[in-house]
């Protein structure tokens, strides 16, 4: 008898540790996109309030693997787009288009910032897209 419940908690840490592992691995962060501002005047662009189509994210170490949703307030999916600038001149240097979300995780080079740009117009497959204001979800695995 106690060999036999001996045997069934080490089968079940054995299945466990595995699971317990990975979820270590994976970190979440969120960040706000606003493109819409509430104060535009009719007669021409406004310099007041806040303006933001992208989120910039900072990998840590030993995360090589990106996973993004992005959560429109319109209810619609959100074109965005993945970058990274490797060499600090201001232009994205990688490119990953997305629409609503990742389909698989995206690998990155380590030590640059991740930006996600929300885009206007619809997804490459022709589903209908907006950019309001809503959120940007990365989960970093290794």
């Not at 979440?28 to 910039?56: C, F, M, Q, W």
């Not at 949703?69 to 990953?96: E, F, M, N, W």
Request: net charge negative; aromatic share 6%.
């Amino acid at each position: 008898m106690t060999r036999k419940l001996f045997s069934l908690i080490l089968a079940t840490l054995v299945v466990a540790l595995p699971v317990v592992s990975q979820a270590k691995r994976a970190r979440t962060e969120t960040g706000e996109y606003n493109t819409i501002r509430a104060d535009t005047d009719p007669n021409g662009p406004s310099t007041k309030g806040h303006l933001s189509n992208g989120v910039d994210f900072t990998p840590r170490k030993g995360e090589r693997f990106v996973s993004v949703v992005l959560a429109d307030k319109s209810g619609l999916p959100t074109r965005a787009v993945i970058q990274q600038d490797y060499d600090g001149d201001g232009v994205a240097d990688v490119s990953t288009e997305m629409c609503g979300a990742t389909d698989a995780p995206v690998a990155f080079r380590k030590g640059i910032d991740l930006i996600v740009l929300t885009q206007e117009g619809p997804c490459e497959d022709g589903t209908a897209a907006t950019s309001t204001f809503g959120t940007v979800t990365a989960t970093f695995t290794r």
